[in-house]
């Protein structure tokens, strides 16, 4: 009797424990709530870009992100029924890391976290059609103007090639919540 108690003991211990584990973490975000809060991040870095790139065609191209992702935002929000969030602190963060930089270090720097942002956006939305979620349609739809966007950006690294802004873009790189594996931008 006495081993049946030790046992039982032993047993709910391990089912608290694990409890209180799981009950730490964050839980998983939607699939929307992911590209909302990344697409809100875009268009802050977009308008940023606006102000202070140094090259008029990273200005163009972000005044066209800007456009874009603002666009997919409103179209992301009223298919889900959830409001447009702001920039968390920690995608406040990243932009005001890259905003710190100026001339063409801020564009190479700027490009390389857009780059980053839409690739991993570009997996988030595959994924989403893959799986047949809610917005599987939506992110089908907007996939080709993703790729567009990372082509165009690719295009625009060529010849803002440089190391001399790689030290501070490291730091300003998107940055991966706990248990949020999904992207930190939207188209």
């Known amino acids: 009797m006495l081993g049946r108690l030790i046992k039982l003991g032993v047993v709910a211990g391990a089912g608290y424990a694990a409890w209180k584990a799981l009950s730490k973490q964050p839980p998983k975000q939607s699939f929307f709530q992911q590209a909302l809060q990344s697409g809100i991040a875009d268009v802050a870095a977009a308008q ?26 409103r179209d992301l929000a009223d298919a889900s029924g959830l409001g447009l ?30 780059s980053k942002c839409h690739r991993r956006t570009i ?35 060529a010849p803002a090639a440089g190391d001399d802004a790689d030290a501070v873009v490291a730091s300003a790189e998107p940055t991966e919540a706990a248990g949020h594996d999904g992207p930190r931008a939207v188209m």
Do not use: C, T
Request: aromatic share 6%; charged share 30%.
């Open 48 to 73: 940023s870009a606006q102000l202070r790139a140094a090259s008029a065609d990273v200005r163009a191209f972000a005044q066209q992100l800007e456009h874009d992702h603002g666009g997919h935002n």
């Open 85 to 114: 969030p702001e920039p968390d602190d920690r995608q406040l963060a990243d932009l005001h890391a890259i905003d710190l930089l100026q001339g063409e270090a801020y564009d190479r720097a700027w490009l390389k976290y857009m």
């Open 123 to 157: 997996r988030l939305y595959e994924r989403e059609v893959e799986q047949g979620g809610a917005g599987g349609p939506l992110a089908e739809e907007v996939l080709p103007r993703l790729r567009a966007h990372a082509e165009r950006i690719g295009q625009l690294q």
